[in-house]
């Protein structure tokens, strides 16, 4: 066998695959696959330290790259396969004025903002090792369904690097503006078909598996395994210490599962002595995790979770006619795929699930923009629920948590726009609908004649 291979992550199949192998299903039971590197036969670090070094190397397009400085612990493509487009430049900042709004001691909220990516959000870390592996394999046209944030990835990718044809699959009236206008505007062929996310995704995997198609959706492990990086970049920047707890929003739930995998894939190997626990947060619109993991109490059980729990859920989702429904739209998503590496990334860290609604997820969102980080709605849903966490008494003030900003403020301006509106007609168009209330933090516009008098009066006011 290889050094490195796909295999199933149900401990009881365990089947494998070829590192080429593009269906990304197991073979014999067509459950999810996990990347497998055999460990014995790799060079591992000694040090986590030792990737400190590569900071000195910024013309080194590898190096520079806040994915493939880390190169040696996703280890599944040669240098000379690998495709870059300078991703994972982030920050992790100390956030005191949200930390006060979420309850937390100065000093312990710290927030990993991905909207710093080439296209705007966490997806640029797993499309460059997906694009990386469809180079491997010689792919010439790559696909997706999404919200907006995979699909603007996609397109950034094929278009940046020219070996590729980006086709996207959106859900009627499902993608925010700023998201859309990056696939059209960098050449994707868009296709909009009737219904939502989740019948987009049933139907990319069928053109893609027909068509001969490449598939760059998180069910893709090769993507997973460069979002595994994010959680290294946070690690980096809090001197190798680990963290408490990491907060992330829960759409397809490939986040969670990728960072669950890299930290005990760092404890395996004897490089970090203990892992963060995991805390992922729903929108109430796009429940589907917090509902069968905290109210139905699905777990992974070593690799055997009761799919009895998840396929009745699913029955009556679609019994019911319900749709997700959500102002946070890159997590608008009922059927998440990655169910199962989630469920095994709470087991192995320990972790927790909540739900938001609307109104909190907005509000946190202006205390995020207050304090001088621009994030789209499904970002803020972490800091909604560290503050839920906290009131719960789940998580201390004393403690350390990272939340992950997932994408940038101008992914889906309409939103922000409404939130600090003064008018009563957009607010209600675009968030009442959503059962958003009220803008507790609103920073309206103040409307003033055209007369400098005026203007100076206003200003002296106001500021």
Not at 35 to 46: A, K
Not at 81 to 99: C, F, H, W
């Amino acid at each position: 066998m290889d050094a490195v291979y796909q295999r199933c992550i149900h401990p009881h199949c365990a089947a494998t695959c070829a590192v080429e192998e593009t269906s990304f299903v197991c073979p014999r039971c067509g459950g999810l696959l996990d990347v497998v590197y055999d460990w014995d036969r790799l060079p591992v670090p000694t040090s986590l330290r030792a990737f400190e070094a590569k900071w000195a190397e910024r013309t080194n397009p590898l190096s520079f790259s806040g994915v493939w400085r880390f190169r040696e612990l996703l280890p599944f493509a040669s240098p000379e396969k690998i495709l870059t487009i300078g991703e994972g430049q982030t920050i992790l900042q100390r956030a005191d004025i949200v930390a006060n709004y979420a309850n937390m001691m100065p000093g312990n909220l710290f927030l990993q903002y991905e909207g710093m990516n080439p296209s705007g959000s966490f997806k640029d870390n797993g499309m460059t090792a997906a694009f990386t592996h469809a180079r491997l394999v010689g792919a010439r046209r790559a696909a997706c369904a999404s919200t907006g944030n995979t699909s603007s990835s996609l397109a950034v990718f094929c278009a940046a690097t020219g070996l590729m044809r980006a086709i996207i699959f959106i859900g009627s009236g499902k993608i925010a503006y700023g998201k859309l206008a990056q696939g059209l505007d960098h050449g994707a062929l868009t296709v909009q078909i009737a219904g939502d996310f989740d019948d987009a995704m049933q139907r990319v995997q069928q053109v893609s598996r027909r068509l001969g198609i490449y598939l760059v959706n998180s069910i893709n492990p090769f993507r997973l395994e460069g979002q595994k990086t994010i959680m290294y970049r946070i690690l980096e920047a809090l001197n190798w210490e680990v963290p408490d707890w990491i907060v992330v929003p829960g759409g397809n739930l490939g986040n969670v599962s990728a960072f669950g995998k890299a930290f005990f894939e760092l404890r395996d190997l004897g490089l970090l002595p203990r892992v963060p626990r995991l805390a992922v947060i729903n929108a109430a619109g796009a429940n589907t995790f917090y509902n069968l993991y905290e109210q139905q109490g699905l777990r992974w059980q070593e690799g055997k979770p009761n799919t009895a729990v998840s396929e009745s859920y699913y029955r009556k989702l679609e019994a019911d006619q319900i749709r997700a429904s959500t102002i946070a739209s890159a997590i608008e998503i009922n059927h998440p795929v990655n169910l199962n590496k989630a469920l095994r990334a709470l087991e192995r860290c320990g972790g927790v699930v909540r739900e938001v609604p609307d109104q909190e997820i907005l509000d946190a969102k202006a205390k995020v923009g207050a304090g001088g980080l621009g994030c789209e709605p499904a970002s803020a849903a972490s800091v909604a629920g560290l503050r839920r966490l906290r009131q719960e008494g789940v998580i201390g003030a004393e403690e350390r948590v990272v939340c992950v900003l997932t994408g940038h403020q101008l992914k889906d301006p309409t939103a922000t726009v409404a939130y600090h509106s003064a008018d009563q007609k957009t607010f209600d168009q675009v968030l009442g609908q959503r059962g958003v209330k009220r803008a507790t933090f609103a920073n309206r516009a103040v409307q003033v004649a055209n007369d400098l008098d005026e203007i100076i009066k206003a200003i002296e006011v106001y500021s």
